[in-house]
Structure formats: C-alpha cells, structure tokens
Nanobody
Framework: QVQLVESGGGLVQPGGSLRLSCAAS????????MGWYRQAPGKQRELVAT???????NYADSVKGRFTISRDNAKNTVYLQMDSLKPEDTAVYYC?????????WGQGTQVTVSS
C-alpha cells in the first residue's frame, strides 16, 4: 500500500517563500510522472506542476516563473519551491501521480498567504 505525505505548508506574507515536500512510503516514483495539485475553498482541485521520471517539468500558467518542482528519487520525495507567493496561492496542496489516481490522495498541506 503506497502512501503520500505532504508537509511544509504554513502562513506566509505576500512575496514570501515556502518549500513543500511529498514523501512516498513506497516506490511510487517508479510509476513515472508526479505532480502537485491544489484546492482553494469553494474551488475545484487544479494542477500546479508536473515532473517526469527524468526531470522534465510543466507548470500552470498562474505559477510559471514563481514555483519550481523537483524530485529526489533516492529519497522517494517530490518538492515544490514556491517564491513570490500571492494571496491567490492560498489552498491545500497535494501531491499525486500524473495523471492523478483517486486511490493516492493524501491529507495535503495548508498554504495561507496573508498579511
């Protein structure tokens, strides 16, 4: 049974930075691409960024140039570096495979951007 655990969220002022981590209990990275997703209150869950097993990345237009996704396969961990944060980035952030599987959604980690 594979489990994904997100961490690193918190409260940050506009313009600040956070680094999120997603740790897998099993070798889920062997599946291939991974992604970060987010869901704001009252909104649908949306794709933030994806990364292939070889490190190729894609980003939503809303975060391009501000967020960076990376992975460390030896540690079974995916990261999301978030810079120049905006109030619109406030959401619960989740990791999953790309495309996501309903079996593997975790608890997520809350990111709140507010002054």
């Amino acid at each position: 049974q594979v489990q994904l655990v997100e961490s690193g969220g918190g409260l940050v002022q506009p313009g600040g930075s956070l680094r999120l981590s997603c740790a897998a209990s099993g070798s889920i990275f062997s599946i291939g691409p991974m992604g970060w997703y987010r869901q704001a209150p009252g909104k649908q869950r949306e794709l933030v960024a994806t990364i292939s097993s070889g490190g190729r990345t894609n980003y939503a237009d809303s975060v391009k140039g501000r967020f960076t996704i990376s992975r460390d396969n030896a540690k079974n961990t995916v990261y999301l570096q978030m810079d120049s944060l905006k109030p619109e980035d406030t959401a619960v952030y989740y990791c999953n495979v790309d495309p996501p599987s309903g079996r593997w959604w975790g608890q997520g980690t809350q990111v709140t951007v507010s002054s």
